[in-house]
């Protein structure tokens, strides 16, 4: 460790570590725009400029080295008056639209300029004119409210190795932008989503389907249901200031009641089937000699990824849809057959903490015929517009449970809101299925955690299973990697797009921090621990589905409606 001296302080550094790092462990707050922990800092777009005596310019702290006996000032009059003009040449070129923004209110650049002072015009001039691109299914760009931080791009290149957008043109002709200025839709975006989270303006956000809801419920003729995903109870208390990780699922549930849907089903029930089937087929290609090692198939950004770069692995992936998906597809047949409700009639409606799946949804393969599966998807942030905009009062509300048949789980439905879940909960009732007993320990702790890749060996009846849980893509792509180059002791892959799971998606919370996204995953654990039904093969009512309406895992039922094909796709790069 080394000392520096911060504003007449002594504050302790870690060698070679950069400035602002130091500054921020030491409770110094400094503005950023470009900056995303985690990454190779590059220092563009200068907000975090400090004054180092004997330093003539002002410095990034951001990637600025620390060094022993360094002397700095962070707030001196020199370096506000620099924030405070970056920040009036950024909105000399930025729409004066603030009240109709998606982000007002919740937008970096606002919030800085209220503290720095902004309160007038002070740069006059023609401003740019670009034309949204709203082509995709998950995501809307308005390159007009783009400050050209480099976020969305570093995160789609570096995290998600997808590269869809990049810098292009020169000088004050620079935009980002999709390889020929196509729509997103024909592009290599995968939906997740990643880019929206880091976006600090309204340059980027979910393609919005509140409309077609609202719509929806206020449609007499229309018998409106609604499904909410396990990651969401334990993220949605942060859209109204309650304290991250805490699992308020009895709430949301008495809240969706009061916004008028008809039933209110829970997705951790399609997730136990989705285990049902998965961990079926797992078994199947394992003594059978099936294709190995086996992928998930659960997150769509993934299905799309491996569809665009990695064809050649297509037949690697499960076959199963999405607990989503699965969901939809009984809602649109036991359930309006037991009911005598004409599926045509039934708009079924899905909260996501994720965009990617606004684009699953709307997949030819997704659906029979006329119907789909789901008919809108909302994330986590609109379902909180949502209550918010009917007025609901969230702290009046008394807790309700989800409605029958499909508002049963066990805790293993539960984790797949977490990198590390599916695989987890397929693994314990694998176990089941391969020897007829439970697993010792249901708890597999090697899957579990924040970490981009994690292994584990599993032995079940003298068998070594290599098992991989993998997220964020640029994971999953130096993983695929090895296995082209001959790897090969692992038997099952999961994946998730987003990096932690579905607690980090594409759709939840803005401001999220990692402490924030470790105590979603601990509110799932919590959840597992403290409740007795830990496994799929235990659920009652999935059980039931099968005895009354599928027949079997993998059977001709079961095929038609709960499983399907993926494709290789050509896109535009």
């Known amino acids: 460790m080394i000392s520096i001296d911060v504003n007449g302080k002594t504050v302790e550094a870690r060698k070679e570590e950069m400035l602002l ?43 600025y080295p620390v060094f022993n006996g360094m002397k700095v000032q962070t707030h001196s009059k020199r370096v ?32 800085l300029a209220a503290t720095l002072g902004v309160r007038e015009k002070v740069y006059q001039g023609k401003k740019n004119k670009y034309k949204i691109d709203a082509s995709s299914p998950s995501i809307v760009r308005d390159p007009s409210k783009c400050i050209l931080c480099g976020r969305c791009v570093r995160v789609c290149e570096e995290v998600q190795n997808v590269s869809a957008i990049d810098f292009t043109g020169r ?21 997740c989503g990643q880019c929206i989270m880091v976006c600090p303006t309204g340059a980027l956000r979910e393609q919005s389907y509140l ?35 805490t699992d308020i699922d009895g709430i949301m549930t008495a809240a969706l009641r009061t916004l008028g849907f008809a039933k209110v089903f829970d997705t951790s029930f399609s997730a136990d089937l989705t285990i049902m089937e998965e961990g079926s087929e797992l078994v199947q290609r394992i003594k059978t000699g099936g294709k190995l090692p086996m992928m998930t198939s659960c997150s769509p950004g993934w299905i799309k990824y491996v569809e665009q770069f990695y064809p050649d692995f297509i037949d690697n992936l499960s076959t199963c849809k999405s607990p989503q998906q699965m969901l939809g597809a009984v809602i649109k047949s036991y359930y309006a057959q037991t009911n005598g409700i004409d599926p045509k009639k039934i708009f079924s409606v899905s909260v996501m903490p994720c965009t990617a799946k606004k684009f699953e949804a709307e997949r030819p393969e997704m659906g029979r015929g006329a119907v789909q ?62 020897t007829g007993t439970e697993m010792a320990e249901l708890d597999i702790k090697e899957v579990r955690g924040m970490k981009g890749v994690k292994e584990a ?7 070594e299973i290599g098992v991989a849980v993998v997220s964020g893509l ?37 401001n999220a921090n990692t402490d924030a996204v470790i105590a979603r995953m601990k509110g799932l654990y919590k959840i597992d621990k403290s409740e007795p039904i830990r496994v799929s093969h235990k659920n009652e009512s999935v059980l039931k589905l099968y005895k009354e309406f599928l027949g079997e895992p993998l059977g001709h039922k079961s095929h038609e409606l709960l499983h399907t094909k993926y494709a290789k796709r050509q896109v535009v790069q």
């Not at 060996?457 to 068998?463: D, M, P, Y």
């Open 211 to 245: 409309k077609d809801v609202i719509n929806a419920l206020k449609d007499p003729n229309l018998h409106v249901v609604v499904q909410h995903a396990p990651a969401v109870s334990v993220s949605l208390a942060e859209e109204f200031g309650i304290k991250a990780g």
């Open 373 to 434: 599966d789901i008919d809108a998807v909302l994330t986590t942030r609109e379902l909180a517009e949502l209550i918010r905009l009917y007025g609901v009062d969230m702290n009046g509300l008394t807790t309700s449970l989800p409605d029958n048949p499909f508002g049963q789980r066990s805790t293993a439905g539960k984790l797949f809101g977490a990198s590390g879940g599916v695989m987890e909960a397929a693994l314990r009732s694998a176990y089941f299925l391969l």
């Open 21 to 63: 790092s130091a500054l921020k462990r030491a409770g110094f707050e400094i503005p950023t725009l470009c900056y995303l922990e985690g990454l190779t800092p590059t220092g563009a777009c200068r907000m975090c400029v400090v004054e180092v005596e004997g330093v003539p310019g002002l410095v990034p702290s951001c990637a």
């Open 80 to 111: 506000m008056v620099a924030r405070k003009t970056i920040v009036e040449l950024l909105l000399a070129d930025h729409p004066d639209d603030c009240l109709y923004c998606v982000r007002n209110n919740n937008c970096e650049l606002q919030t």
């Open 474 to 510: 640029s994971n999953a792509a130096n993983l695929l990697e090895q296995i082209r180059a001959g790897r090969n002791d692992l038997h099952f892959i999961e994946v998730m797009t987003c990096p932690g799971g579905c607690i980090a998606g594409g759709g939840q919370p803005f």
């Open 171 to 191: 000088g004050s002709s620079t935009v980002v932008s999709t390889a020929f200025d196509q729509g997103l839709n024909v592009s290599s975006c995968i939906n």
């Open 457 to 463: 060996k599993v032995k079940i009846n003298g068998l």
